[in-house]
């Protein structure tokens, strides 16, 4: 039997209340600190969601001849190699692909010499498709990421990116 009389009932219901409202911070603060670890790795695993793609014109035909190629970059910031293959006058003369390696993302350029795209960092080599055949990428089946063109009018367009999630917010 519990004789024992509280002595101080105003106290202890302080106390009380101090304890219940410092768990419920304490609660707060890690649901939102979780919820923003998950919105970081959200944003690590899918850093570039694009949300808008569109034509957008490269060059006329008139400015690049067989074997040339030129460094294009999206509104949504990726990097493009487009290379002129041939002469025939119509979009199959033109590949364009991502001039970023897909083994840990150095920059690639054309050698018409070789009739290949190289990857300096570590000797990437990838055929006239942007198939990876030497190197890492070409032991790990990599391929370089294709862009569609079209030509209008004798003017060469690609269908690209617009705007990405991370891109759209670090513009000016
Ligand atoms: S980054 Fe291109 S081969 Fe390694």
């Not at 419920?24 to 998950?38: C, D, H, I, K, R």
């Not at 364009?96 to 840990?104: F, K, M, Q, R, T």
């Not at 690639?108 to 890492?136: L, T």
Request: aromatic letters at 10%; charged letters at 15%; proline letters at 5%.
């Amino acid at each position: 039997m519990n004789n024992a009389i509280d002595e101080h009932p105003a106290e202890n219901g302080r106390r009380g209340f101090l304890s219940r409202l410092s768990s419920a911070v304490m609660a707060f603060g890690l649901a939102g600190g979780y919820g923003m670890f998950g919105a970081f790795v959200g944003w690590f695993l899918y850093p570039a969601r694009h949300i808008g793609k569109s034509w957008m014109y490269v060059t006329d035909l008139a400015g690049m001849q067989q074997g040339d190629s030129l460094k294009y970059h999206s509104p949504a910031g990726e990097q493009i190699v487009i290379t002129r293959m041939g002469e025939t006058g119509t979009a199959d003369d033109f590949i364009a692909l991502s001039g970023i390696c897909p083994h840990l993302g150095c920059h690639v350029h054309w050698e018409s010499e070789a009739d290949r795209f190289f990857c300096p960092c570590h000797n990437g080599v990838f055929d006239a498709s942007g198939k990876g055949i030497g190197g890492p990428p070409g032991d790990a089946g990599q391929s370089l990421a294709h862009y569609p063109l079209r030509i209008e009018n004798g003017l060469l367009f690609i269908d690209v990116a617009t705007e990405s999630l991370m891109s759209s917010s670090s513009r000016v």
